[in-house]
């Protein structure tokens, strides 16, 4: 365990404002993220009730469903700011591994 | 938990074992838990040996001969090797790059008591109706069908120390990328750090899928699910794809920290840098890398297609090569380096030969058409014996020798250690380099017993002659621990005199809160730069004395494992006794009341006044 | 001690999850148990894809037969809102606003429960219809993988309503909205997880 060296700074009240308004802003990107997840959901679901061939909608809403986790990540959950690129780095290894397993399990699990 | 010494009743160290959060204790216990597992992994083998010793021997029967290999298997991979290695990172990792513990000293404590409980649980089949037999691979089209509850002790067993493992390994990834000290950037970590590092993030992979295998199996068993069920649509393929996803992986989670140790010795021990520190950095990631793409390598005769078999072959041979650059940076580090061979130089020495023999066995296996040839005969038996072995417990009594008197303030003896080399060594060879021929002449592996007059007697009886010689090793090995701390004499820092990184240049014995100051690293062997530069002290400090944040003991982890524990006889008897169900609750609700009681307390730890470290100077708990 | 310092809106810090050492480490911590996650919910979804609608000789369930999109699509909104709300958590605590914080924590959990809910009715119609989990390898891979999502599901809210209770009295402080951050990166995982689920599971599983 390190040392503590807490140094408690007191922001003044301009730099105060401008980071409530910067978070603000941020938070109103948080919202239009919502709503394009909430679109992109909806899209998904609409041409799979549409009926249209599997050879399309597959690949369309597999790809909607990749947009809609990396907004997830870097925005939810904050991976488009700084300091985060140890856990990109592990969890899209981890991505990587397991569509490896994935993809073995579709083609070399066989009867 | 004062600073100041104090005599302790038995009761209260006890219980300062049970609680203790400190990596440099908890390292002790793993190393004292997985010695225990490793004589009992040993004394399983020599049974083994007894019984192949001659033809149509009935010193064991079959079923009992299926039992004790399967635990032979599993308690030294599982319960012996990593933990033990487990051991060496907790006691030298925090201290090698100048940290004052790892980051979740808690998680510790816990990792810890996970493996322990599952390790017990496991081998408490012995006495309740019998010991997995499935193998330790267990593939699910044996395992389903095994009766009584062997396999279901496995699956549970290896589920609670997994999750441990799993902990050890997060623990030790945020510990390094977080606690290195200033100065110590990458580039500049040693070695055996470096491997720790990749050996955590293959275990952060690695054991996931292996935790859903026994899940599934544990369903099939105990809770009615058809994974593995070709009637009712399952697939036991999908066991050996999990398994060896996991299984691979594994083999490096083992060999990895070897490498670590075998390249801190090569260094220390030929007085030189070690030789192309960067490339055995990337061969160590490009390993840890590849361990993830080849899994199927174990699966060529499962008649996967030739695509997969092709594709899989190549990427086996591709980790030749990362292996080789490293052997070749090993020869070249003691190449004009003024040797001195110490034990551990001398287990170093003798890792050479008998590792590139096990790769070299490696790379014939992954020619997919030999392998079909190979493949479940004696041969693969010579081929991971020589790896593993020659390889990972070559790494563990090395490592043994050159960090007890880190661990312990004392030295074991270079004589025993010497003999107990020659013995261990020659019995290894004996025991396993025949056993290639007796695969190629056709002896299958995973038989208790073999006919007379096949060519196989002799071959058979040497090498159980083998086996009596590395038990001699080892036991010569119990006799010098024995005696070291018996006699007990302190030798204080760097005893070997030729130490290169940090944990040599802490005081012995090493203070609870480790470093007073936290040092400042100036290089690649930044000890050995300070002695060069005729530091007395041995280090350079980053920041001036001040108070130390230390982490509150906790019998919170014990208590966490022990609900496991309890709650997996329930799951073993389930649908068979009435208490089954109760117990299973019971021993969850343990563990979730002594989660909810960890988040619902705050622990802050507590702080060591920067004048109680004035006047501290050793390291007396 | 340094956790007692009371903070003001002004003195919080902008990142209060990686202020000290304690917090990096749960951070980073956190992350790569994420990381490991994504590997075994993975593997789930490579078993329930080699094992969709397999069964015995001449069985009734499959995959166009069982599921209902109009459910799915309203346990899929309260999910993904459930995920909104708890960024709105984490940004009452960046401005050190704790009621914000316990406010939008309790909405994220009453969605949850709604999702909860729902998918307890789904698996109970399963069940009563004849799929239960030992009816084959097909039932018993989309039980295991969506109730495992589920089991994340029961765990996270049990972890939030855990940490709004403890942090009643206490308020914000560095330690406690650490607390609050790692919980709400988990339920955002989980949210992930549902994203392939609905896609590959239900949608791909209706899909002519
Ligand atoms: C150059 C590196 C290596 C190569 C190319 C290699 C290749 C292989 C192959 C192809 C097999 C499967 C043989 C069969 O079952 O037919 C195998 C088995 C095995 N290897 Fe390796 N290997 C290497 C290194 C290692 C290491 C470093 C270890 C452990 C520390 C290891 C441990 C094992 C084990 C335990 C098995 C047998 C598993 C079983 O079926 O029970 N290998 N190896
Ligand atoms: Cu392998």
């Known amino acids: ?111 | 938990m004062s600073a100041i010494a104090q005599k302790k009743g038995f009761g209260s160290a006890l219980w300062d074992w049970l609680t203790t959060v400190d990596h440099k204790k908890i390292a002790i216990l793993y190393l004292a838990s997985g010695g225990f597992f490793f004589v009992v992994g040993g004394i399983e083998a020599m049974l083994i040996r007894i019984q192949l010793a001659v033809p149509d021997n009935s010193f064991l029967s079959a079923g009992l001969y299926n039992e004790i290999l399967t635990m032979h298997g599993t308690t030294m991979i599982f319960l012996a090797a990593m933990p033990i290695l487990f051991g060496y990172m907790n006691a030298v990792v925090p201290l090698q790059i100048g940290a004052r513990d790892v980051a979740f000293p808690f998680l510790n404590s816990l990792g810890f008591w996970l493996f322990f409980f599952g390790g017990i649980f496991l081998n408490l089949s012995w006495f309740m109706g019998g010991a997995p037999d499935a193998g330790w691979t267990s593939y699910a089209s044996l395992s389903l069908y095994s009766p009584g509850h062997g396999i279901d002790f496995y699956a549970l067993g290896l589920q609670i120390s997994g999750a441990g493992t799993y902990i050890a390994g997060i623990n030790f990834l945020v510990t390094i990328i977080n606690m290195r000290a200033p100065g110590m950037t990458y580039m500049r970590m040693p070695l055996f750090t470096w491997t720790t590092f990749v050996a955590s993030a293959l275990i952060l992979f690695a054991f996931p899928p292996l935790t859903i295998g026994l899940f599934f199996l544990i369903f099939d068993r105990m809770f009615g699910a058809n994974f593995f069920d070709h009637t009712m649509g399952g697939n036991t393929i999908i066991w050996e794809h999990l398994f060896w996803i996991f299984g691979h992986p594994e083999v490096y989670i083992l060999i990895l920290p070897a490498f670590g140790i075998f390249s801190e010795i090569f260094a220390i021990f030929s007085r030189k840098r070690l030789f192309g520190y960067s490339a055995m950095v990337f061969a160590t990631v490009l390993i840890g890398f590849l361990g993830f793409m080849v899994w199927a390598h174990h699966m060529f005769t499962v008649g996967l297609g030739p695509t997969a078999n092709a594709i899989f072959a190549v990427a086996t041979m591709a980790i030749a090569v990362p292996t080789g650059v490293k052997i070749f940076n090993w020869l070249l580090t003691i190449w004009g380096g003024s040797i001195k061979v110490t034990t551990p130089m001398l287990y170093a020495l003798g890792f050479i030969p008998s590792f590139v023999a096990g790769g070299v066995t490696g790379v014939m296996q992954a020619a997919a058409p030999l392998d079909y040839q190979l493949h479940d005969s004696y041969f693969i038996v010579a081929h991971f014996h020589y790896v593993i072995v020659g390889g990972v417990v070559l790494a563990i009594l090395a490592g043994l020798h050159l960090y007890w008197p880190l661990m312990f303030n004392t030295m074991l003896s270079e004589k025993l250690g010497k003999i107990t080399f020659w013995f261990f060594f020659l019995g290894f060879h004996a025991t396993f380099f025949i056993q290639h021929f007796l695969g190629l002449m056709g002896m299958p592996r995973r038989v208790y017993t073999f006919i007379e007059g096949q060519g196989w007697d002799l071959f058979n009886f040497i090498s159980s002659m083998g086996a009596i010689l590395m038990a001699i090793g080892v036991i010569v090995l119990v006799i010098n621990i024995v005696m070291t701390t018996v006699k007990n004499v302190p030798v204080g820092n760097d005893p070997w005199k030729d130490g290169r990184t940090l944990e040599w240049a802490i005081p012995q014995p090493v203070p609870f809160y480790n470093f007073k100051r936290t040092p400042l690293v100036r290089g690649l062997d930044t000890f050995w730069i300070e002695k060069q530069e005729g530091n007395k002290e041995g280090m350079s400090y980053a920041e001036p004395l001040s108070d130390i944040h230390m982490p509150n003991n906790s019998f919170i982890p014990f208590v966490m494992s022990l609900g496991l524990f309890i709650a997996a006889f329930g799951a073993l008897y389930n649908g068979e006794k009435a208490w089954a169900v109760p117990v299973l609750v019971i021993g969850l609700g343990i563990t979730l009341a002594s989660m909810a009681t960890r988040s619902l307390k705050d622990d802050h730890g507590y702080h060591i006044h920067k004048e109680d470290l004035m006047d501290h100077k050793g390291g007396n708990y | ?208």
């Open chain 1, 1 to 111: 365990m390190g040392h503590d060296t807490h140094v408690v700074v007191a922001k003044n009240k301009t730099q105060y404002e401008y980071a409530r308004r910067k978070r603000s802003q941020t938070m109103q990107m948080q919202v239009v993220t919502f709503a394009i997840m909430i679109f992109l959901t909806f899209i998904a679901f609409a041409a799979v009730a549409a009926g249209m061939s599997a050879y399309y909608v597959g690949p369309v809403i597999l790809l909607l469903a990749a947009i809609q986790v990396v907004l997830q990540l870097y925005y939810f959950m904050h991976m488009s700011e700084k300091g985060h690129n140890m856990p990109a780095f592990f969890l899209y290894s981890g991505a990587l591994f397991g569509f490896t397993f994935v993809i073995t399990f579709l083609t070399i699990v066989w009867w």
């Open chain 3, 1 to 208: 001690m340094a956790e007692e310092v009371k903070y003001t809106p002004q003195t919080w810090p902008e990142h209060p999850e990686t202020a000290n050492l304690e917090g990096k480490n749960k951070f980073l911590g956190f992350w790569l148990f994420l990381g490991g996650e994504t590997v075994l919910f993975a593997s789930l979804f490579a078993t329930y894809l080699a094992l969709k609608n397999k069964g015995p000789e001449g069985m009734e369930f499959t995959t166009q037969s069982l599921f209902e999109l109009p459910l799915v699509f309203v346990m899929t909104m309260l999910l993904l809102t459930s995920s909104l709300t708890s960024v709105y958590a984490m940004y009452h605590m960046k401005n050190f606003n704790f009621r914000g914080v316990q406010t939008w924590m309790a909405i994220t959990v009453l969605l949850g429960f709604g999702f909860l809910a729902l998918e307890i009715y789904e698996f109970y119609h399963y069940v009563h219809i004849g799929f239960t989990y030992s009816q084959s390898a097909f039932s018993s891979s989309f039980f295991t993988l969506v109730g495992t999502h589920g089991l994340h599901v029961v765990i996270g809210l049990g972890w939030i309503i855990l940490l709004m209770l403890r942090n009643a009295k206490r308020g914000l402080s560095i330690y406690t909205a650490q607390k609050y951050y790692t919980a709400s990166l988990y339920w955002h995982f989980i949210d992930v997880v549902w994203v392939f689920i609905f896609t590959v599971v239900y949608l791909m599983g209706v899909m002519s």
